[in-house]
């Protein structure tokens, strides 16, 4: 066993590790940041629909402001890639989380719409740099056995932080003059969150190793397992450990276009935009369309927060599948069954011809699939590349979902005016099937391998 590197030890001795208390503190300290995420993403499509009535803005001006965001979150990808893979997960965790929630907090004092759009980037810059960061950092700890299930939990933080906005948006925005600047300034409460980060997660050993910081890798190994054996019995690491680990060469972002990568690369970028821009371009006008089709906007709301509590249950189903039934499978089916509901929804939203009941049900319908999806792209992605470059070729893949989202509302918004509700959101639906079609033609099993 002296003969292998230090690289090759520590991801052995995590990936023998039974899954514990200690990883699944990781998942709620992660999870929790996944949370504040998706509330400051949930919340500006709510706070659009406000303005749409306060600020009298037109179809295409909110689509600006929903793309503002975007357009930071694609800058943000772009940068925290290359910036976390060289100065480590855990800085650039602390950073961008502290960026958005500054800027969030000055969107609540914004004073006209240009000073509002100029926030909202800011705010993406640190979302968007955040994200890729968080699934990263999360798989490298967790035993290749179990890394799709607690990445795949992760996910759910995602519908919670959602749902968070939904409700305070429905009690708040509607009921408060100027509630919108409330509901942005609740979104600086990650900057607090900052020092449970600095205190309670580790930097990556994975990546520590890989920088020839050997002593500072393995004493974090040290601990965790120190952490794990209070709880979990811990057998011996042993050959076939080290042999399961697979080392990769000498990682740069060229690596990402290389003939073991490039068909990847691809996949990947074509996935996360086409995944991104469906999920954009449905959510973040889906408040606006209830509106349009003649429900208040208190109601509007609470059907959203509906629709949004059917993205618990196929997130669980989803984490615990993966495991079992492979990545790329689950992912294929899900895209597909999510573009297939989509349409129904778009039908129904856009002819009126059911009952609203039925209305939100093919909505519940069509969350239920999309939640899906993300639950296991954002498993998925970091496990195809060597941790030399896996926030980078993450953080690239999220880039181009950055520019599908960016594209998504305003794509709607201009396709609202020429096609309709039914013809809007059937583009969305076009955007999962091509999804599903790239993944099934081009993606790679990663089930229950080691990271290299």
């Known amino acids: 066993m002296n003969n292998y590197g230090t690289p090759v030890v520590v991801a052995a001795r995590l990936d023998r590790l039974p899954l514990s208390r200690f990883h699944y503190k990781l998942l709620i300290i992660n999870g929790c940041a996944w949370a504040f995420d998706a509330f400051d993403v949930g919340l500006v499509t709510f706070i659009a629909t406000a303005l749409i009535q306060s600020w009298h803005l037109s179809s295409a001006q909110v689509g600006i402001l929903l793309s503002s965001g975007l357009f930071g979150m694609m800058a943000g990808a772009f940068l925290s890639g290359p910036a976390a893979d060289r ?11 502290l960026l958005f929630s500054i800027a969030s907090l000055a969107c609540a004092f914004a004073w006209d719409f240009t000073s509002l759009i100029f926030f909202r980037f800011l705010v993406g810059v640190g979302l968007g740099g955040e994200t890729p960061v968080v699934t990263a950092l999360m798989g490298e700890f967790i035993p290749a056995g179990d890394r799709g299930k607690v990445q795949g939990l992760i996910n759910t933080f995602w519908a919670l932080g959602w749902l ?13 003059q100027d509630g919108w600047r409330w509901a942005f300034a609740a ?3 990650p900057a607090f969150y900052i020092w449970v980060v600095r205190r309670k997660l580790p930097e990556s050993p994975r990546w520590l190793a890989l920088q020839g910081r050997d002593k500072d890798a393995l004493r974090i190994v040290e601990h965790i397992e120190q952490e794990v054996a209070k709880t979990k019995t811990i057998l011996p690491l042993t050959e076939a450990n080290l042999a399961a680990v697979s080392v990769a060469g000498k990682s740069s972002i060229s690596m990402l276009f290389s ?4 068909k990847t690369t691809i996949m990947l970028w074509l996935l996360w935009f086409l995944g991104m821009f469906g999920y954009y371009g449905l959510f973040a006008w889906l408040p606006s369309l209830l509106v349009k089709a003649g429900h208040s906007m208190v109601k509007s709301f609470l059907y959203v927060v509906v629709m949004q509590l059917a993205y618990i249950p196929n997130q669980i189903l989803c984490a615990y599948g993966m495991d079992k039934y492979g990545r790329k499978r ?5 895209l597909l069954l999510a573009g297939v509901a989509t349409v129904l929804f778009g039908w129904a939203l856009g002819y009126g011809a059911l009952e609203i009941s039925q209305v939100v049900l093919l909505g519940v319908l069509t969350s239920f699939f999309v939640s899906g999806v993300w639950g296991i792209t954002y498993t998925y992605t970091p496990e195809l590349y060597p941790t030399g470059i896996r926030v980078t070729g993450t953080s690239m893949a999220a880039t181009c979902s950055r520019m599908g989202s960016m594209l998504a509302p305003l794509v709607i918004g201009y396709a609202l005016n020429f096609v309709g509700v039914t013809g809007a959101i059937a583009i969305v639906a076009g955007a999962f099937i091509a999804a599903g079609i790239v993944v099934a033609i081009l993606g790679k099993e990663t089930q229950g391998q080691s990271l290299q």
Do not use: E
Not at 164 to 176: D, M, N, Q, T, V
Not at 259 to 262: A, D, L, P, V
Not at 330 to 334: E, F, G, H, Q
């Open 164 to 176: 968070a906005a939904a409700a305070l948006s429905y009690f708040i925005i509607p009921g408060i």
């Open 259 to 262: 003939q073991t990568y490039w």
């Open 87 to 97: 100065f480590g997960r855990k800085a650039v965790f602390q950073w961008t989380m």
């Open 187 to 189: 979104g600086a409460l």
């Open 330 to 334: 689950l992912l294929t089916a899900n």
